[in-house]
């Protein structure tokens, strides 16, 4: 119970960066040619236009593997309160989350661009958390 209480801050940023990317990779792969579609409308008109599928496959990788160090990491502070596989998956959560914004801000969708910077802020505050 200590453990939970003294890492109550990392475990609830742990647990929604496990919800936000493990969801999101899972919907990319349930509904791949409907993101595929959806994507493509959104990147027509930038220079990214013809790399969308390799884009989305990169995207769905980064974020199932930011989904599943996070929840891995949780597992391994929980049972043992190291925070090593934690800083992995909130450091690849941070890179998942700036491949985005950057592709937000290719495509001119700045609505789209501040919802990423809201999750970054407590992403790199996990990092910062995490840091030895």
Request: proline letters at 3%; a negative charge.
């Amino acid at each position: 119970m200590e453990n939970l209480l003294n890492n109550a801050s990392v475990i609830l940023i742990l647990l929604f960066l496990i919800i936000t990317f493990l969801q999101s990779g899972i919907d990319k792969v349930i509904d791949w040619k409907g993101n595929l579609d959806w994507l493509q409308g959104h990147f027509t008109g930038t220079p990214l236009k013809h790399l969308v599928p390799y884009l989305l496959g990169t995207i769905l990788f980064t974020e199932l593997a930011a989904g599943t160090l996070s929840a891995v990491g949780l597992l391994q502070l929980l049972a043992t309160g190291e925070q090593t596989i934690a800083l992995y998956g909130a450091i690849v959560s941070c890179i998942a989350l700036l491949m985005l914004l950057f592709g937000q801000r290719i495509a001119k969708d700045y609505e789209g661009a501040k919802t990423i910077a809201i999750y970054f802020i407590p992403t790199i505050f996990l990092v910062f958390l995490l840091q030895p």
